[in-house]
T-cell receptor, first 113, second 115 residues
Framework: GENVEQHPSTLSVQEGDSAVIKCTYS??????FPWYKQELGKRPQLIID?????GEKKDQRIAVTLNKTAKHFSLHITETQPEDSAVYFC????????????FGGGTRVLVKP | EAGVAQSPRYKIIEKRQSVAFWCNPI?????LYWYQQILGQGPKLLIQ????????DSQLPKDRFSAERLKGVDSTLKIQPAKLEDSAVYLC?????????????FGEGSRLTVL
């Protein structure tokens, strides 16, 4: 089955700096890669996703890049703000989007004011 | 639009007891998922339904866990008998369906503590 590794497990950045989270996946047939944000005690929520026919996608301060050859994808947050503090999860699936999503272990991001 | 509803929010039981969790997905969402999230880890898929049929239950410990979605809407997840390692948050999620956007909408979760 799919295995998703996520690094780092914790990340502390100064407000205004950038944050980068990296994930690798094992199943070369995976073609859908979402990122979820989970604030303390709350439900995970989708913040951005990318499909295998696209190499990069951007939405305001967040962007995701995908390297299918190397089987890794990354989340980039620019101009970090205190409200970006949360746990971020990457995930991967094959076939229909959302089907049998496998999540990474999560990255706890702390933005220091 | 109402979100995914789950109950109970918290449950404390002793090992070997049984527990049941309930989930009501977003109206019109054909696909329903149960995930187990152990503290400090990512969610792990237990079972996925498409309407009232099971799409995947390969990671469901079937000797103690069971789930059903009889009328293709609400779902229940049962654990019997519970073990200490079942302590986790059980997240229910729903989506429009396998041919639509992949976004999963999660409920608030049911936190289980097994003593």
């Amino acid at each position: 089955g799919e295995n998703v590794e996520q690094h780092p497990s914790t990340l502390s950045v100064q407000e205004g700096d950038s944050a980068v989270i990296k994930c690798t996946y094992s199943d070369s047939a995976s073609n859908y890669f979402p990122w979820y944000k989970q604030e303390l005690g709350k439900r995970p929520q989708l913040i951005i996703d990318i499909r295998s026919n696209v190499g990069e996608k951007k939405d305001q301060r967040i962007a995701v890049t995908l390297n299918k050859t190397a089987k890794h994808f990354s989340l980039h947050i620019t101009e970090t703000q205190p409200e970006d503090s949360a746990v971020y999860f990457c995930a991967a699936s094959r076939g229909a989007a959302g089907n049998k999503l496998t999540f990474g272990g999560g990255t706890r991001v702390l933005v220091k004011p | 639009e109402a979100g995914v509803a789950q109950s109970p929010r918290y449950k404390i039981i002793e090992k070997r007891q049984s527990v049941a969790f309930w989930c009501n997905p977003i109206s019109g969402h054909a696909t329903l998922y149960w995930y187990q999230q152990i503290l400090g880890q990512g969610p792990k898929l237990l079972i996925q339904f498409q309407n009232n049929g099971v799409v995947d239950d390969s990671q469901l410990p079937k000797d103690r866990f069971s789930a059903e979605r009889l009328k293709g809407v609400d779902s229940t997840l049962k654990i019997q008998p519970a073990k200490l390692e079942d302590s986790a948050v059980y997240l229910c999620a729903s989506s429009l369906g396998l041919l639509h956007s992949g976004e999963l909408f999660f409920g608030e979760g049911s936190r289980l503590t097994v003593l």
